[in-house]
């Protein structure tokens, strides 16, 4: 099933989607750390956009930020619960109306643990959101959405777009001020540039409007009012999913007919879709297809998920841990196997050619000619 | 094809109007050059073809402008997409997406074309502006001069009939120009594509024009190039050398004033160009086998120099061949990666802001960008407190100039000639040794360009060293004592103007190109030796 072909943004978003999942499906720190390197493997190895290696460090730091974090205030704030003490730090009474905030004391193991296991499982979520980054930036996404989420996507593209460039304008206005050997920091810095920048922000928005104007930006929105059925019908349809799926997922809510519900959600946003689909004037260039591979890696992806929920639910060890009382989180083998099915991925993605790694070194040529 | 008929236009009811009364037709398959001095009114008749006047902008307008018998006003531009395409002023501004393929397909993902024939389209331009080796580039990394022609691409694709460009070389080092100019006349020629493009270098777009509009004061005209040429007031050299000469029918292209020039020939045996003066400041800047990288890319590698008190050099090249890149180092901005520069014995990168700026001023490409104040008059008293100086030096500085400026206007609403004036008052008081501009000539008229090649003599009589890198070529011949051609990044020719310019045929001005092997250089020079000879 290997392919040369780049694969489907939302394969990717879908294979990230799972992995992320499978990170709230177990509470194995072993297994919450094998999702992690998961993350991490695929994007370096398979990420497709040339600031790979780059983008997926700074989400690794992010998550190491997390875990610490978590650890810090834990010993800080924590909830003094009773375990194995490790060390004690000096307490503090707080006032009566800061009752459920408790200062310092002593800090167990089993706190730490937990801090621990949920710093991780906010990093497998992290991780996997910064793989998809990798793996397909966000616009490609955008771009093969359905055309009802058309004005969406483009509003979208146009705010993704908006950053970096009022980045390139604080930094020119920035230059421009040590030019006139005037202070660029404190709050007379910031009003010199800021101001600039923003009337400079809102001036390219009036000629990135008139832009798209002058090239038929919403030419079939104007043209009858089926859109807007279109569009009722799909925001109802996300809108009974959401409620339906609520029931699913959450066992104590009392939602009645939550399967009927979802499948009637479904229905409504398949209609909507495939309507404006047929009706949509406009076109799409190079739409990516959503081939077999890419079905693949989408379910990939969902493995560990499901597979940690058959075995949570078979009460099958290893899935889920608890630090007390304190014992060394169990191997589990079929969990693990389960994530090394998920890295299949590798096998049937492509390597990104040179076309888009060695072009980071055309890309800084061009940018110093910019 | 496009039609004005009494079309007048103004912002609002008391201000003037920008035009006013004009019966124009421009004709189907017509590469069409609308010429006038800033401020005649070039770009609002251009955002009237597209429908962005009154569309997408206030003010009042009178009359009508049809194309191809749809009235703008009530077809909005979004309805005139397939019908005429628009490429700005600034064409990164106008992005939608940020990929070099998805901006081109944008318009026609608009206009409903089916994927089969988009494809191809875009295959198409992609070689017409020769972008395939960018094709997958994010749109923010490429050149001035690529994004230019990114822009145009992606109205072409959507197959126009009529094509609208404003200043489309303006950014563009001569080859560029050249290249996306003749492309618009490929398409002229093979698909009858009517191009309508505003431009101030005359230079570069009159041998390609079929007929002219010009606007003005003195009212508008419309006709071949040299029949316009005739009498318009602002001109290229070849035309000014045409008057001289008595040429008739007046030529526009080099080729033809050449097949003319046997007369002149003659006239001018015997005479000289005046001998540059003898170049002998003192040193204020030395750029020492100086080597800048960006990342992997070295933008200069061992590039010496010297710069001399009382002397203007030009520094030229394609775009992206490290000429911003010298400019931000000479002006303390970056530091070297290998290599010194010294302004008069120190490095700039290690003095203070407030220290440097009596040393070397930079005007950068964008001079608006030193502006920041609410009006002319807040800004000089600004610049006078930062600066340390006495109150009135930089309004002194701007009278120097000979700026003619309305004290209580906003920075923003002044002409480009206006706010270069100001930018360079701001510089100027602080008595800086070194003067450097980024390419100071663009987007400015005939007249603002006088102007600023006077202001800048006039300092190098003071004893100023000027460094001003440009794409304008007939500026570098008309007041640089020395050129330097920077390629890759290298020096690849540095000396005094004439011997630098007459070998590089790409650097070389209309005259030189007329008068090849003479050594002359501009009209001026033809003009003081033909009245000292009578």
Redesign the interface.
Known sequence: MKTDRPIHAGAWWLWAAGVAVAGVATSNPLLLLALCTLSIMVATLRGRIATAATSIRAFIKIAVFVVVARIVLQILFGQRSPGHVLFTIPSLQLPNWLAGVSLGGPVTAEALLTALQGGLRLSVILLAFGAANCLASP?DLL?SLPGVFHEVA?AV??A??FT??LM?SVK??H????????PTRGIAGMR?IL??AL?DAL??AT??????????????VGQATTPRLNRALVVLGVLVLLVGGYGLLATSASVPLPIPLAGLGVILVGTGVVRSHRR????????AAFTLAAGAIACLGWVPAASFALLGHLAWSGISWSPSPLSAPPVSALGMLSIAVSAAVLLIAPVPTG??RS???????????? | MIRFTSFGFRYDQESRWIVRDLNVEILDGEFLVVIGPTGSGKSTLLRAIDGLIPHFSGGEMHGDVTIAGHSVRNTTPTELAGLVGYVGQNPAQSFVTDRVEDEIAYAMENLGIDAVTMRRRVEDVLDLLNLHEVRDEQLRALSGGQQQRVAIAAVLAASPRVLVLDEPTSALDPGSAEEVLSSLTRLVHDVGLSVVIAEHRLERVLPFADRVLSLGNDGVELGTPSEVMERARIAPPIVELGRIAKWSPLPVTVRAARRMAGPLFDELSGLEPPEGQPVAGPLVASIDKVHLKYGSFGALNGVSWDLLAGTITALMGRNGSGKTSLLSLLSGMRETNKGTILLEGTNPATMKPAQRIHRVGLVPQDPGLLLYCQSVADECETADREHGLEAGTTWAELEKLDAVLDADRHPRDLSEGQRLQLALAVVLAARPTLLLLDEPTRGLDYEAKWSLCCQLTGLRNQGVAILLSTHDVELAASIADHTVVLAGGEIIAGGETRSVVRQTPAFAPQVSKILSPEPWLTVHEIKAALAGRN
């Open positions: 616009r771009r483009v593209t146009v993704l777009c970096p460039a390139a020119r206005l230059e421009a001020r040590t030019l006139r050997g005037r010199g101001v600039p009337e001036e390219s000629t990135l409007a008139a832009s798209m104007g002058s090239r038929g930006f919403g030419r079939s949509a004037q406009r076109t799409r260039y190079r739409r076309s888009s072009r980071t070194s055309t890309r800084t040529r061009t940018a110093v000619s910019a």
